[in-house]
């Protein structure tokens, strides 16, 4: 059987990246430093480079029809309405195993696949394929979890999983195991790499207490070993997968056509299955807010990186917030709940700007009606949290004013 070479990159400029030769339950040589040092030892192997999961959205969706040419057209615009960026910007890719009823996709942005081909074309290498780390991670009877250093690894299934900031790891399995519509795991495999050991305890005590069987383990090589020695092709997504053409122009002729190839779509039973977006989806009534959430998203994160899905990129940034701030205080996400129930049923208001420090949330909006911000301002009181409201400025829209919420915990 020929030997796989299998890079393992953290970023697309990376000073150090590992690399392992081997394949299935086998690895002959493990090492790491430079790009350029990796391609001299390549020879005639064939390449998989392994990225990020974060960089990646791994879904589902349910299409009738076997043909992949079809679905290839559909799929882009199928998932249209649930990611932030234009189609055309995004890399769509089918996992190669068709189901009869479902089909796995993943979806990257062009701009970041094109960085990770360019840097490796620089370097040399011809790739075979690109993998997210999410889809290299052992699959086991359960959930597999890689905590990493800052960033750990959540595989759920053959085709699902996320990554997320290691600080924030058990707060993304508390929202697992709260969503109904996900089954939840009897069996958990915890591997605790060196740089993670000292929070392996607190997932094990977490699991113990839902009832979740885990076994830990304490992994000490390189990463790349053990995504090297446990790939299997079948069971991951080929980012280079050059199927789906989403960003081709297509004639108007064809084009017109989309519109009537959804509503077949729909008419003939389409369900998008919510697959990540269901593992870090918001409160249900905060989903009346997803135009307004865009904006914001850009406005209170402005420095980073886009990602297909809003809901997933806002989700894992607030709980960055969460954990710095647990303490006796509430947190970015409970304070945004609690308001954004109330905020829902004011029709007039518009939020312009969030920002959130040292527990304290600021709101800034405009309204019709200062009368309404005596009503927010009750609701929120009734709820046990402290509200210091700022001016209120006439302006053509109505009033423009701010609020601060904060508040502790019992």
Request: with cysteine; proline share 3%.
């Amino acid at each position: 059987m020929k030997d796989t070479f299998f890079i393992y990159m953290t970023q697309p400029d990376a000073d150090r990246v590992q690399w392992a030769i081997g394949g299935k339950h086998r690895i002959k040589k493990i090492n790491s430093g430079k790009l350029s040092q990796a391609a001299k030892a390549i020879g005639n192997r064939p390449v998989v480079l392994i990225i990020p999961g974060a960089d990646v959205l791994l879904t589902e969706t349910r299409i009738p029809s076997k043909n992949r040419q079809r679905l290839a057209k559909a799929i882009p615009y199928a998932l249209e309405e649930f990611i932030i960026d234009d189609i055309a910007s995004q890399h769509f890719a089918l996992a190669d195993k068709l189901s009869a009823t479902s089909q796995a996709i993943a979806v990257i942005s062009k701009k970041t696949l094109n960085n990770w081909l360019q840097v490796t074309k620089d370097a040399g290498i011809k790739l075979n394929s690109i993998i997210p780390d999410t889809l290299a991670t052992p699959i086991t009877p359960g959930w597999t979890i890689i905590a990493n250093n800052s960033q750990s690894i959540l595989r759920t299934g053959a085709f699902s999983g996320f990554s997320t900031d290691t600080n924030n790891l058990l707060q993304s399995l508390k929202s697992l195991l709260s969503d109904k519509d996900l089954p939840n795991p009897k069996n958990i495999t915890l591997i605790a790499t060196e740089d993670s050991l000292a929070d392996q305890q607190t997932i094990v005590d977490w699991s113990t207490k839902n009832k979740i069987k885990i076994k830990s383990v304490n992994y000490t090589n390189q990463l790349v070993a053990l995504f090297a020695k446990q790939f299997n092709p079948s069971q991951s997504i080929n980012l280079t997968n050059g199927l789906l053409q989403s960003g081709k122009k297509s004639t108007g002729f064809i084009r017109k056509f989309y519109p009537a190839l959804a509503a077949c779509l729909i008419w003939l039973g389409f369900e998008f299955s919510s697959g990540f977006i269901r593992y870090l989806n918001m409160d249900s009534e905060y989903q009346q807010l997803k135009k307004e959430s865009i904006v914001l998203f850009k406005q209170s994160f402005p420095n980073a990186k886009k990602f297909s899905n809003v809901k997933k990129r806002m989700q894992a940034t607030l709980r960055t917030f969460d954990k710095k701030h647990s303490g006796h205080q509430f947190g970015f996400i409970e304070l945004l709940g609690a308001s954004g129930h109330i905020i829902k049923n004011i029709e007039s208001m518009k939020v312009a700007n969030l920002h959130f420090q040292n527990g304290e949330l600021n709101i800034r909006f405009t309204i019709d009606d200062t009368g309404k911000i005596d009503t927010i301002e009750n609701q929120l009181k009734k709820l046990g949290l402290s509200i210091t409201r700022g001016a209120s400025d006439k302006n053509d829209n109505g009033y423009s004013s701010q609020m601060t919420i904060s508040g502790k915990k019992s």
